[in-house]
Each structure stands twice: as C-alpha cells, then as structure tokens.
C-alpha cells in the first residue's frame, strides 16, 4: 500500500522567510497529491492540491511542486506571516478511476513563524 | 453551505462506557470518511463509505468499534466499550462523488476516556 513520509517534523522561521516542507511517497500510481493546514484545535483545511499531469502549482504566497520521478512533492510558503503557524499534513490518493479513494497522509509538519 | 456537521464537539466518558459520535455530510456528497487523530498516530483512517455502503474498514482498530450510515446524510461512529487509549480527535470527512479529488473535513469530536 501507499506510505507517506514527511519531512521536517517541525520547523521554525522567522516572519518574511521561506518555509519548504517536503514528502515523499510509495505508490507510483498515485496522482493527487494535496496539502492540509490545521490550526490549534481546528479541523484540516485543504490549501493546496496538485495533480500528476502538472509539475508546479501556485496560490498567492503558497506554491506545489512535483517530481514523479522521483516520487516526491513539496509545498513552498513564501514571505511567511505569523498566520501561517500551524501543522501542514501532506497526503497522496491513487485515481479515482482505478478505485482509489483513500488519502494516505503523511505524520505532518509543525511550523512555527516568528515575528 | 453548513459543511460537514459533527457532534459532539468534546465527550469525556469513563473507560467502559458507550460512546457515540455523530455527523453529517455535505449534502449532495457521496462518500464519508471517519478519522481518528492522535500526537502518536498522527491521521488514521478507520472506514469510509461510498452511498452509505461501507467500502473498506480495515483502518477500524478492533471490534470495539462500529461505523454505520444509515442515510445519505447522517452516520455514526461507535465505541462499546470505551478505553483509555481510545482518547483522540475523531474526524468525519466528506467528498462528492464522480471526479471531484476535495475531501472536506468536519470540526471534530475530542473524545477523553478516564
């Protein structure tokens, strides 16, 4: 089955820095790959996904990229804002299509921005 | 839209007793997922359904647990009997049918056994 593995476990930076949080995944027939945020005591919120058929995604301040080769994708905050302090939990599913419909996460990525 | 509706929002319950916890999808979606979350575990899957059809429960951690829907828009997630170590997050999680990759996740339920 498909395995997660996401990487740092915590990071700390400083308000106006880049933040990088990377996974990488098993399966090669996975083909969504999104990213969730949750704040302190809230439920995960869906800020980002990417698909297999791009290699890059952006929204404002937060980017996706994806390497399929090398079974692996990161998302990118930049000019990071106290705001984005939470952990980000990255997942990976296989196609619809072929009956994939489980999100397989990976452990999630405290992020911590100083002013 | 209300999104997904889950209640309770925190249920402290001693070992050994019932707990039931409750949601209720986005309306119009055709799939449920139940989560439970913990520091150790991070997020677990315990069963999904698909038009109210339980499609794979293997992430249910024993048979304690007990997941049904009887409708489209309400299902339950139930431990009998409760454990210390059941103490977690339970989310529900909704998603629409057809191509449609978002799954939308409820507020949570913070469940503590004494």
């Known amino acids: 089955g498909e395995n997660v593995e996401q990487h740092p476990s915590t990071l700390s930076v400083q308000e106006g820095d880049s933040a990088v949080i990377k996974c990488t995944y098993s399966?090669?027939?996975?083909?969504?790959f999104p990213w969730y945020k949750q704040e302190l005591g809230k439920r995960p919120q869906l800020i980002i996904d990417?698909?297999?058929?791009?290699g890059e995604k952006k929204d404002q301040r937060i980017a996706v990229t994806l390497n399929k080769t090398a079974k692996h994708f990161s998302l990118h905050i930049t000019e990071t804002q106290p705001e984005d302090s939470a952990v980000y939990f990255c997942?990976?599913?296989?196609?619809?299509?072929?009956?994939?419909?489980?999100?397989?996460f990976g452990a999630g990525t405290r992020l911590a921005v100083h002013p | 839209d209300a999104g997904v509706i889950q209640s309770p929002r925190h249920e402290v319950t001693e070992m050994g007793q019932e707990v039931t916890l409750r949601c209720k999808p986005i309306?119009?979606?055709?799939?449920l997922f139940w989560y439970r979350q913990t520091m150790m575990r991070g997020l677990e899957l315990l069963i999904y359904f698909n038009n109210n059809v339980p499609i794979d429960d293997s992430g249910m951690p024993e048979d304690r647990f007990s997941a049904k829907m009887p409708n489209a828009s309400f299902s339950t997630l139930k431990i009998q009997p409760s454990e210390p170590r059941d103490s977690a997050v339970y989310f529900c999680?909704?998603?629409?049918?057809?191509?449609?990759?978002?799954?939308?996740f409820g507020p949570g339920t913070r469940l503590t056994v004494l």
């Open positions: 990417i698909r297999s058929n791009v």
């Open positions: 999680a909704s998603r629409a049918g057809g191509s449609t990759d978002t799954q939308y």
């Open positions: 399966d090669s027939a996975s083909n969504y």
């Open positions: 309306s119009g979606h055709d799939y």
């Open positions: 997942a990976a599913r296989g196609p619809l299509s072929g009956g994939y419909n489980k999100l397989i």
